[in-house]
């Protein structure tokens, strides 16, 4: 289960439902921006088995500019060094685009060295929902992309084990979006006027009703994760690099 947000930092009962979650046999990672990390939030982030992070530039400007938010970059990397001190193990996901593609290849040294990185995730951007009224500043042709991520690739040197990437098509039934009311988007094909569509509603349906509707290549989902973890039950998460 990938706790996301909004920001699930702001809950007060992260650590209740982190435990709640293991406690039902499921892997936990929670995906956080890193702007708000006080004790309670770290402590738990190292309960949960794996934590994720937005890191969208190898410098403040590219970073900060694209998420709008300054001084968010440097709150990133306080929190990268504290996991990396604690041993947790955390993935980077890097938001490809046409706005930030100039600032990516900075990061490949940033991230050679980092202890408990486990994964480093270059996304091509998505043209859908809000994105979409955006797409002229950040639509990314594939190709170019996939050449910034071999760039990348090769600056990683022996690190680049830990290098994964997921073109715009590649997300096509590998998972699904919850809006704040409860819809579930399904992730499709060019979708028109890059509106997701809604396959039903997490507050008024019944679970087995939505669950039968959802189109997800349940194999791929978990190849994502299984070459990096594999989970003994609550609390019990081994971590381990894919090896070739």
Not at 169 to 174: F, I, N, R, S, Y
């Amino acid at each position: 289960m990938t706790f996301t947000g909004g920001d699930p930092s702001l809950r007060r009962d992260l650590d209740v439902l982190v435990g709640h979650a293991q406690a039902q046999g499921m892997a936990v990672e929670v995906l956080t921006n890193a702007q708000h990390q006080p004790p309670t939030v770290r402590a738990a982030l190292l309960r949960a088995d794996l934590v994720g992070l937005s890191l969208d530039g190898g410098d403040a400007a590219t970073h900060d500019g694209f998420r709008q938010r300054p001084g968010n970059y440097v709150r990133v990397l306080k929190l990268m060094d504290f996991l990396d001190e604690a041993g947790q193990p955390y993935v980077v996901r890097t938001v490809v685009s046409r706005a930030n593609m100039s600032g990516i290849l900075l990061l490949a040294p940033m991230l050679t060295s980092r202890r408990a990185l486990v994964r480093w995730s270059l996304q091509q951007f998505s043209a859908v929902e809000s994105g979409y009224q955006n797409r002229a500043r950040y639509e990314l042709p594939t190709e170019e992309f996939l050449c910034v991520c071999e760039d990348a690739r090769r600056r990683l040197g022996s690190a680049a084990e830990k290098l994964s990437v997921l073109t715009d098509d590649g997300k096509v039934g590998l998972y699904l979006l919850v809006d704040p009311g409860g819809n579930v988007l399904a992730r499709i094909e060019d979708p028109p006027a890059g509106r997701l569509p809604a396959i039903g509603n997490l507050l008024n349906d019944h679970l087995a009703d939505l669950a039968s509707r959802i189109v997800l290549d349940a194999p791929r989902h978990a190849a994502r994760y299984e070459d990096w973890m594999h989970h003994d039950g609550p609390g019990h998460s081994q971590w381990t690099h894919r090896r070739r």
